[in-house]
């Protein structure tokens, strides 16, 4: 059998969304596709170089918003999708902080974010902070988001019996995901134009 990189990566997929990422290993793809885990290294130097190629073919689902003449609902939109992605596989967050963003797909998603924070009003010397200030809410959020969904409902009202009134304000598990993403962007938007407007 004629094993490629995308072989390889839809291989790793398939063990990412039975196993997680601790259950991801050279050995552990080597096995599901019926190889000896040596041969995986003539396709990739080692397990960051996988994640690369994993993170790109998850990017390859993105689906690039239209674009608009309001770079906030723009970015909305962008970042809802990059969720939906996220969302689509397990320990995707993982795979996408542990890889660097440089392939194809990945820098197109990062242009065009960028292209729309600067006509927003982000400075060109504080564009890299505020784009990774947003993918790192978004990459936090959906772990967190993922969290909260695979805990046992018994484990979740277990410590909910323990949080006293005070506790239950910043530990409470929204009842609307998406609802409190999209608030978050917009408090984190709210700070960009507050900056702004004071300079």
Known sequence: MAISKETIVEASVKILNRNGIEGLSMRAIAKELNIKAASLYWHFSGKLD???????????????????????????????????????????????????????????????????????????????????????????????????????????????????????LFLSIPSDFDEQFIYGLQVLFAGLEALKNRE
Request: charged content about 30%; hydrophobic content about 35%.
């Open 50 to 168: 996988l994640y690369g190629a994993i993170a790109e073919y998850l990017c390859s689902r993105y689906e690039m918003p239209e674009e608009s003449d309001d770079p906030k609902d723009y970015l909305i939109a962008s970042y809802r999708a990059y969720r939906t992605m996220l969302l689509s596989t397990r320990d995707s967050v993982p795979v996408l902080e542990n890889s660097i963003p440089y392939t194809p797909r990945r820098m197109e998603i990062i242009r065009a974010i960028s292209k729309a924070l600067l006509k927003m009003g982000v400075k060109e010397q504080t564009l890299t902070t505020i784009a990774n200030l947003l993918n790192n809410y978004v990459l936090s959020f959906v772990a967190d988001e993922c969290r909260f969904k695979n805990t046992p409902p018994d484990k979740l009202h277990e410590i909910d019996k323990m949080l006293c009134p005070q506790d239950k």
